[in-house]
């Protein structure tokens, strides 16, 4: 599974970088609104583990509490976003890496041209539905770090993780990062919180099950398209399965 790992490894490094551009806020509102839609319209997060999720995500890249609200009160309203619905586009990435694009639009026609035609521009390719999806499970990713009192070694402390029913762990630099069901994630982040780890981040993600590992100048222009994709207003999420 260390193939795993090095995407983990890849996401959160693509995570960092975005949280740096000027648009990550209106990113953070997409994902906030999305949370609230696939949460049956709940717009309070001790009643929707989804948004809760959301919302930490939002406030670990420093969104104002006033616009994480305004998210919230935008996607529970009679406005425009309270008709959006969400809508998975799949395609094909250069070099033949799968790709995912999550999104919440209230045209699917329109999203889906305007992800078509970015695929063909950076030679890609849409792709039917099913046709990459059963490429990638959907699952909790935590990123944990040991206890901080060396009561018990390390090998031990993951042992004690492992137990919490996970599905699976990688060790990191910093820690491990952690994949669960998706619907235990906010259980298992409060388990092991409760047992004296750091819980640095807690997010639903699309976690490829088969890796393609493309050449460099395939990767170069895959990285580019996954950029521009993510860029588009009504993308909330692009996933792929190359390293």
Request: contains cysteine; aromatic residues 4%; negative net charge.
């Amino acid at each position: 599974m260390s193939g795993h790992s090095k995407w983990a490894t890849i996401h959160r490094q693509k995570e960092v970088k975005d949280a740096k551009r000027g648009a990550a806020f209106t990113k953070l509102a997409t994902l906030i609104t999305a949370a609230v839609k696939q949460g049956g319209g709940i717009g309070d997060p001790e009643k929707n583990f989804r948004l809760r999720l959301a919302v930490e995500k939002a406030r670990q890249s420093n969104m104002p509490k006033d616009n994480i609200q305004r998210a919230i009160d935008k996607a529970t309203g009679a406005g425009s976003a309270a008709q959006a619905e969400e809508a998975m586009f799949e395609g094909f990435l250069p070099g033949g890496a799968g790709v995912l694009v999550e999104t919440l639009t209230d045209n699917k026609v329109r999203t889906a041209q305007m992800i078509r035609t970015t695929l063909d521009k950076g030679g890609g390719t849409m792709a039917g539905s099913g046709a990459v999806s059963y490429l990638f499970i959907h699952q909790g990713m935590l990123r944990v770090k040991p206890q901080t009192s060396r009561s018990k070694s390390l090998e031990e402390q993951a042992l004690e993780v492992i137990d919490m029913g996970i599905n699976d762990i990688e060790e990191t630099n910093e820690g491990w990062v952690v994949f669960c069901e998706k619907d235990r994630t906010t259980d298992l982040k409060k388990k092991l919180e409760d047992a004296g780890y750091t819980v640095e981040s807690a997010e639903l993600v699309m976690m490829p099950n088969t890796l393609v590992e493309l050449v460099p100048e395939a990767k170069e222009k895959a990285n580019k398209l996954v950029d521009q994709l993510e860029e588009l207003e009504d993308v909330s999420s692009v996933w792929a399965n190359y390293i």
